[in-house]
């Protein structure tokens, strides 16, 4: 498991190479293609029984093509370590990569029949595959010249200018019904499993990023409650639910007292420390149904869904007592205690927009500062 999530980072973190990188790699899966080739082909030739198999002219044309194409690939790959280093970022070098790439798979479906399976396979797989990790112009480029290349390699053999996969000798009897037929699952089976596998493994690593931004993207980053538009969806949908339910809800609005002095007092850092613990009380005090959230600086949401005015206000009493009790640990290692004013108010069965209700919150929050602070006022509807 450890083993498959390290490699999943692996291949995903090529979604962040350079463009240069990016079009190595193409040449890293392009080799052993080309040396699969090479080995069927030796195998092939070295057979008692070629002649009735392939085409061992052209067969062995197919080889010197195969060793110029491994050549032009190294050629491509030197040039790519050098550019990696100077301008990593270069489009162009992936749009040479990704030609050479889909040409010579072009030029080896045609020898064994551009009709084939193989073919389809590489024609639909390799764009998908390359649409999730390069440049989206160089592979729509890519695709469409091989697209072109592989119908005019089709229609010039339907019309005799060539021949039809020129390397295979049609398959006569069982035993090269039954070569050829191995042979096309030898070279679909490492392009399949290629793109199975990495197709799977980046959704899956696709499906962790984007909880993972989705999570971010609700989350206060200094307390690590909910931030703002979490909260406010949270009351949204909780207001609506006690509506439909006919339950009560309470929420309270609450907003550190005197922080300016906090932060003039004893520096920022101690006063972020104290906006992460009274975050911490407030959370410890709550129950697991109710919501806690930042709504902007030092003002903090808590909503209570089921709970009435009388158990709401217990709620909040125990939170507010709590915080105040509270030893917080400043910078210079003193400790100081901070109190916090709220605003409260609860709904059963009347209908008002959420953001209604917070501004009769802030009301009562606004009234509780000037009652004095370290307060709590309740509003009513
Ligand atoms: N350390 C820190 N301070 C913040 C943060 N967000 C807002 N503040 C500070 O919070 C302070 C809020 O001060 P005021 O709105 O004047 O209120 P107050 O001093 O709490 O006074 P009362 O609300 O009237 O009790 C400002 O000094 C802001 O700079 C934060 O994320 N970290």
Redesign the pocket.
Known sequence: MHHLKSWRRYVSAALEWSSVDKGLILLAVIIPIFIQYFLWSLYVLNRADRETLINVNMALSFVKIEVSLVIISLVIIATGLYLRKKIPNLIFFQHIALQFFSLSLVLMSYSIGTASFCAGLVLLGAPVFGFILLDRKAVWWATGNALVALIALSYATAYDWLPYAPVMIPPSNHTSTLFWMNSFFFFAAPFFILIIIMADQLLVWWREREERIRVISRTDA?TGIHNRMSILDFLNHEMVRAARLNEPLTIALL??????????NWG?????R??KDAAKVFRQNIRNCDVLGRY???EFIIILPGADSEEGRKVIERCRTKLAETDILTDSESLIQVTA?FGMVSIHGQWVESHQLIQIADRALYQA?HNG?NRIEVASL
């Open positions: 200094l907003d550190l007292d005197h922080f300016k002095k906090v932060n003039d920022h850092p101690t006063g972020d104290v906006l902007g600086g030092e004013s500062k602070r």
